[in-house]
């Protein structure tokens, strides 16, 4: 039987996405053999995210500045915004390095199920920056699903009569998917955004 102390930690990485009871107790026994090297540079690296990392009050990523890095960065297009549901998804995108403009997190995405409304999301913060002009797309990048295609089509609405682009990320097929494999709303999303070859 695990000390109090140790139960404690292990039942606090369980709480974290991803991680189980059993995960957590591997993980506790992982950094007990590794205390002396381990358990140091976890330690000071979540002090430093405790001590450090905001919110940006314009996109809404977390960074140690506020503006983040991102918002701050003259390089990037200026003129174009890609709304993501979370943090995660920001970083997935720039992590690919295929997007340059700046971002927009929304906090979550609508469900009349879990009650998340539009006033929930900063849906009201996107149509502030947009309407301050400087804009020309807004990207919709959100997840496939059935609320995050709401979120979308309701964010789509309230940008009508702005005089801004608004696009969607594509959906279908992934890159080495077999057809065998892959659900019929995929297939169907598939064949509805298909386009000429060459």
């Known amino acids: 039987m695990a000390s109090q102390e140790i139960e404690a930690l292990s039942g606090a990485l369980a709480r974290l996405p991803g991680l189980g009871p059993r995960s957590a107790r591997r993980a506790v026994l992982w950094l007990i053999k590794r205390r002396e ?15 450090l990392l905001v919110e940006c009050g314009v996109c ?3 960074d140690t500045s506020n503006p983040c890095g991102i918002c701050t960065d003259h390089r990037r297009d200026q003129r174009s915004i890609c709304v993501v549901e979370e943090v995660a998804d920001l970083w997935a995108l720039d992590r690919a390095r295929l997007f340059t403009g700046k971002y927009h997190v929304l906090g979550g995405r609508l469900s009349a199920l879990e009650g998340v409304r539009p006033e929930d999301l900063t849906i009201g913060s996107l149509l ?18 059935l ?52």
Request: a negative charge; charged letters at 20%; proline letters at 3%.
């Open 37 to 51: 090297t381990a358990l140091p540079q976890l330690l000071n690296a979540l002090t430093q995210v405790q001590e």
């Open 147 to 198: 609320e995050g295609q709401t979120t979308a089509h309701y964010i789509a609405e309230r940008l009508e009569g702005a005089a801004v682009r608004v696009t969607q990320l594509a959906h279908g097929l992934p890159v080495g998917g077999e057809l065998d494999y892959l659900d019929e709303g995929t297939l169907a999303q598939a064949l509805r955004a298909r386009r000429p070859v060459g």
């Open 60 to 62: 809404g990523n977390v």
């Open 128 to 145: 502030d920056r947009v309407a301050q002009g400087g804009i020309d797309e807004v990207v919709l990048a959100m997840n496939a699903t």
